[in-house]
Structures are given as C-alpha cells and as structure tokens.
C-alpha cells in the first residue's frame, strides 16, 4: 500500500542498489588507502583490513547473489544495451 510521503516500492530498490553499490566504492577505496598510507598505524592497518576483509567476504557475496538471482533473470533479454551492459559486468 502506498502511502503519503513514500516511495514506491521499485524505487526503494534502486536506492538501496545504489547504497550497496556505494559501500562497494567505499571499501575499495578504504582497501587501496591501507595500501597508500605510509603514515597510518598498525593497529589502524589491522583495523581497516578488517573492515575491507569482513566487507568483501560477507556482505558483497550476499550483494551478488540478491543481483544474480533478483534481478538479473528480469534484465536479460530487455534490449541489446542492457545485454552488452550484462555480458561486460559478467566479464
């Protein structure tokens, strides 16, 4: 049921996409500062690649799944830009 002040329920999926895709961004760059940062302390470098660790071996793996089995059966086929789109993200 819709209500006043909210989003439909196709929107609120792709915010919460793209909030996923934004944490994606957010632990890549955390992991290639561990790597950039002469200045940074061990305890912040075990800190840190522990986020990224935990991140990439838990949380992306789930994000991937929702995607193959959520959405990908439901953009195959749509049109050749979406399948070109498709076939280079498999890549």
């Not at 996409?17 to 302390?41: K, M, P, W, Y």
């Not at 986020?51 to 990908?72: K, M, N, T, W």
């Amino acid at each position: 049921m819709l209500q006043i002040g909210r989003t439909q329920a196709s929107e609120d999926l792709v915010d919460l996409l793209l909030a996923c895709h934004g944490r994606i961004r957010s632990f890549v760059a955390l992991a290639i500062a561990i790597g950039e940062r002469a200045d940074a302390t061990d305890d912040e470098v075990a800190q840190a690649s522990a986020s990224v660790h935990r991140y990439f071996s838990i949380a992306l793996p789930l994000h991937v799944e929702d995607e193959e089995l959520g959405i990908l059966s439901r953009l195959h086929g749509r049109c050749s830009e979406v399948e070109a789109a498709l076939e280079r993200m498999c890549e």
